[in-house]
């Protein structure tokens, strides 16, 4: 048996932080569980929604066999409520328990804008089960994003690869339908590197659920990576540039939160700079049809907090003479680019209004 379909959610509402652009120092007004000011803890809200999520995930069909989450407390806070309403189900199952455990994925943590100075770390693997004890402590990834942040096309690259992996492991494992729990840049990066549309938007509202139904082969998909050609049914292979990805716009209106969901990643990549053009080395292709896209009707409160890419949101710039310079630096550094003055995803960077 081979993966089927891939469900895919962002967290839930949580509470905010800010940065100080100049320094790369993070602070928050409400304590995270971890104690780390960009790892906080979803809103009474956030917790309501990850609990109509659960009743949802359920009831889904296929149902899931395998959970995955980034390792950021909010998105763990997110899918816990599923996984334990699935372990009781499953109790006395042995091979169901085992397979309802958290498998956290670094690879799977939020996007940040390039930055010279590095971004803080997510909680220890030790430490997140003292949060949460339904975690797969045997699994391992061995890709995760730089402190020091990504470009868009790495953004989309370490997704490529990523969710290659899950869906290797996935057909291995004889599992039909998994779960993934992330961040909103991760989610619409998911979505165009399932299908291949490149330009595409896709929908990211907190607690949305989005479904991707496998539409090749497994064989004609290996075949198509190895060789560097589309397999049936799925879209052509192609490179991605930073024009394409960083222009990909919504026509859609939405109640958009610009500054985004940014924060840091836990641990240096071995393999930070890897690229679509390298002939399959990167991850997947397409091959992917989506099925929902960020469905929220079993939310009682709709869709909220929908959340779109913004240009890099890089926290470098350059000179005249093209040598970087921090945000900040310069005299105008800053006040050119007011999304560099707060990173509080809870605040329009364009009307600072409280999107809580």
Known sequence: MSLEVIYVTRHGFRS???????????????????????????????????????????????????VYSSPYYRCMQTIQPFVHKL?????????GEATSRIRVDPALSEWYGLAQFEHPSSAPLNELQSHFPYIDAAYASTLAPSRRGESLQQLHDRVAQAIDAIIRRSDEEGRKAVVICTHAAVVIALGRVLTGKLEHDFGAFTCGLSKYRRSEPREAGASARASGKAGTNAAPLQTWSEGQIANARSTTSLDIDFAGDADPHPRDSSQPNLRFSQGGKAGLYGGWTCELDSDCSFL?????????????????????????????????????????ENRDSHTSNKHGDSKL
């Open 87 to 95: 372990r009781s189900q499953l109790s006395g199952d042995v091979l």
């Open 300 to 340: 009682g409160g709709g869709e909220e907090r929908g959340w779109k890419f913004s240009g890099d949101e890089s926290f470098m710039e350059t000179d005249s003479s093209g040598s970087w310079l921090t945000a900040g630096s310069s005299s105008d550094a800053v006040g050119d680019r007011p999304e560099l």
């Open 16 to 66: 905010s932080w800010q940065v100080d652009p100049s320094t790369g120092i993070y602070t928050a007004s409400i304590r995270s569980p971890t104690g780390l000011p960009t790892d906080p803890s979803l809103t009474s809200h956030g917790v309501q929604q990850s609990n109509e999520l659960a009743a949802h995930l359920l009831d889904v069909d296929p149902p899931i066999e395998q």
